[in-house]
């Protein structure tokens, strides 16, 4: 399963209700600028909502390598034969009398199908054999994440860190949840355990990132996130989210062209081509913004 796929996240629009009230210049000579600005504050003053790839807390992965975790079958062919009987069950292919290794390898095909409730019924199967294998929670508790039970997700990942303390996935994990649903001083609190064993963890510096972001901390959020930069130079979001906080501290360049990047990884990331818009407002060119302005609404479309 990835556990990046597009989900709903929560984007400020600060900047764009300030640039809606303060632009009445701007406003004359690109009239698309605040009709998408206008558009966008609208959906209420808690900020916007769009589905944006790869946007907002990400886990680190599912399926790492745990002293607890159990071994990868070594009868390749009753694996396969599992396989395709659960493929051919009318029936919830977890009441095959099989073990729990082959019924983990079910659950993983199911959640690489995107088959999300029978993956986890797999997966709380597996765990009623095995309590302990802390590779089947994690995964089920990512997979509980994408289905939006973000607070039975975090029940399984708590049980999981009780079993593994010190595990920097299992914590960065932790903290995904825990930011998705505003819980950012726990979030916090996990992030930088994992950064003071493994500062060079890129998953732990974007979501503290995120983190410092959505608590309005936007000089606190510029280094991490140019950090996680450093580490990862392909994330878009990562440099969006750069980009927004730069935009906040007033390194209008800076965030121009951190706007700039994340369109160049993610060509329809809408939100930061709304962002360029906002920046060149600022830089007072306005014609360039009532072109990001539009290339963005043409994206929501």
Request: proline share 4%; net charge negative; charged share 30%.
């Given at each position: ?25 701007a ?27 790869e ?6 992965a ?23 009987a ?52 994690n ?21 999981c860190v ?55 901390l ?46 160049e ?30 290339r ?6």
């Amino acid at each position: 399963m990835n556990p990046r796929r597009r989900r709903r996240r929560h984007v400020t629009a600060e900047l764009a209700a300030e640039r809606a009230q303060s632009s009445d210049a701007a406003a004359d000579s690109a009239p698309d600028s605040l009709e998408l600005i206008e558009e966008f504050s609208a959906e209420g003053e808690a900020g916007l909502h769009f589905e944006i790839a790869e946007d907002g807390f990400v886990p680190a992965a599912t399926d790492f390598q745990s002293p607890g975790s159990i071994e990868a079958p070594t009868r390749s062919s009753v694996v396969k034969r599992t396989r395709q009987a659960a493929s051919d069950a009318t029936d919830d292919p977890i009441d095959l009398d099989v073990g729990a290794d082959v019924l983990y390898e079910c659950a993983r095909d199911a959640a690489r199908e995107g088959k999300l409730d029978l993956a986890a019924r797999r997966y709380n199967h597996v765990l009623q054999l095995q309590p302990d294998n802390v590779k089947a929670r994690n995964n089920l508790a990512l997979i509980y994440d994408e289905m939006g039970d973000h607070e039975t997700a975090l029940t399984e990942l708590d049980q999981c860190v009780e079993r593994e303390p010190d595990n920097a996935m299992l914590l960065s994990n932790r903290a995904a949840v825990l930011g998705t649903v505003g819980r950012y001083a726990q979030a916090q609190r996990d992030l930088q355990v994992v950064l003071d064993a493994d500062a060079g963890n890129v998953e732990a510096h974007y979501n503290l990132g995120v983190v410092y972001s959505r608590k309005g901390l936007w000089s606190e959020a510029v280094p991490q996130l140019r950090r996680a930069i450093e580490l990862d130079q392909g994330r878009a979001a990562a440099y969006y989210y750069l980009g927004e906080a730069l935009n906040h501290v007033d390194d209008l360049e800076g965030a121009l062209q951190a706007f700039q990047r994340a369109v160049e990884l993610s060509p329809n990331h809408q939100n930061a081509l709304c962002g360029m818009g906002i920046v060149l407002d600022r830089l007072h060119r306005p014609d360039e913004a009532a072109q990001m302005y539009r290339r963005s609404r043409e994206v929501k479309a």
